[in-house]
């Protein structure tokens, strides 16, 4: 199977028409699938005292408002049409966050895209979740901060929005059912992908907890990847030797820059060794069965050993323990056959040292 990876540019284009456009092609460059960016309306998506997260605290100027920032780093309608025009022009998928229902809209009725990434801190918005899944578009639904309650209460509100359409009350007792339904699972597997994610920026390697990947799968039966905010690219890497199906990372274009999540970005050459480690684990897992690969039968040959004599063994004599040992190459009889050939007749003259 094919990791799906996302670069994941984020707001890192801080706001500018020219470094969103060169994060694109950043992304196509290194080889990502898709390139993914957040569209928000700051006022919507949070209140004027909204404090700001530590590490935004530590990354931009703590003494200006959430809001203040976020409105800096917000995306016009026409620079999103710009921004998928430039994924068409170079052959990679643009995919976005909806933070909010308008901005939600955006994406699914004016920009007609086929797949929503609905960020961690969404994960307990239901009207957010509901409209998303009403929307029929496929949902890839990142899991951080949360509990495995809440994965299932968010996944029930997809399946409730997926197989009702627009009947029936919405209602936690409703969302439970829904998911609980064989419509509703039938509906979340055909459209859901959920990711791990550990909400921190960077996240302690201790808390990256891969595992959570095949806990989520099992409970589920969902197709699992994983957001990754730890520093670096091994842990990413790690994700796809379990079985992940989509990765997501955050990059820049530059780690030095100014705003909230550079510092716990990979820069392009990073992205693209992710890339690289990703693609070769996918080829690396390989097709599960135990068999003589192709390159091994060189050193197959020259590694093992055969049977051969251990002093001159003439035709017809009776083989005696004490007449053979085993040397390589493993050209001639396998070793395996040593007791079998204990008190046969041999069937030619053999020097000591030769192959049987």
């Known amino acids: 199977m094919r990791v ?50 530590a590490y935004q605290k530590r990354t931009t100027d703590a003494t200006e408002s959430q809001r203040e920032m976020l409105k800096r780093l917000e ?25 909010d229902i308008k901005s939600l809209s955006i994406l699914v009725d004016d920009l007609k895209l086929d797949t929503l990434k609905i960020p961690s801190g969404e994960i307990t918005n239901g009207p957010l979740l509901l409209a ?4 029929g578009r496929k949902i890839i639904l990142s899991t951080g901060m949360s509990m495995l309650a809440e994965v299932a209460d968010a996944l029930g509100v ?27 699972k039938a509906a979340l597997k055909k459209k859901v992908t959920l990711l791990h994610c550990t909400s921190q920026y960077p996240a302690p390697v201790a808390d990256a907890n891969l595992r959570a990947m095949a806990t989520m799968r099992d409970a589920f039966g969902l197709p699992v990847g994983l957001s990754d905010h730890t520093a670096g690219i091994a842990i990413p890497i790690a994700a796809a030797a379990l079985g992940a199906a989509v990765i997501e990372k955050h990059f820049t274009l530059d780690k030095s820059l100014p705003g909230p999540d550079h510092a716990a970005s990979l820069e392009p050459d990073e992205l693209k060794a992710m890339i690289a480690g990703i693609r070769a684990v996918e080829r690396a897992l390989g097709d599960g069965v135990k068999k003589v690969r192709p390159s091994e039968r060189d050193t197959r040959k020259v590694a093992r050993k055969s049977l051969v004599a251990a002093r001159p063994i ?28 204990i008190g046969q007749k041999a069937a030619r003259d053999v020097a000591p040292g030769k192959r049987l």
């Open 158 to 184: 997809l399946a409730f929005a997926m197989t009702r359409a627009k009947k029936g009350k919405p209602s936690l007792s409703a969302f439970r059912a829904a998911f609980a339904s064989k419509a509703g």
């Open 314 to 341: 003439r035709k017809g004599e009776n083989i005696a323990a004490g007449d053979l040992t085993t040397k390589r190459p493993g050209t001639g009889a396998s070793p395996m056959e040593y007791w079998e050939r």
């Open 4 to 53: 799906f990876v996302i670069a994941e540019a984020g707001v890192n284009h801080n706001g500018e028409r020219r470094k969103a456009l060169a994060l694109v092609a950043a992304a196509a460059k290194a080889g990502a699938d898709a390139v993914k960016f957040q569209t928000f309306d700051a006022d919507a998506l949070v209140c004027a005292d909204a404090p700001k997260a």
């Open 75 to 99: 995306l016009s309608p026409a620079l999103h049409h710009d921004l998928k025009a430039a994924c068409r022009r170079e052959r990679i998928r643009f995919l976005s966050s909806p933070f």
């Open 132 to 135: 998303a899944g009403r929307s």
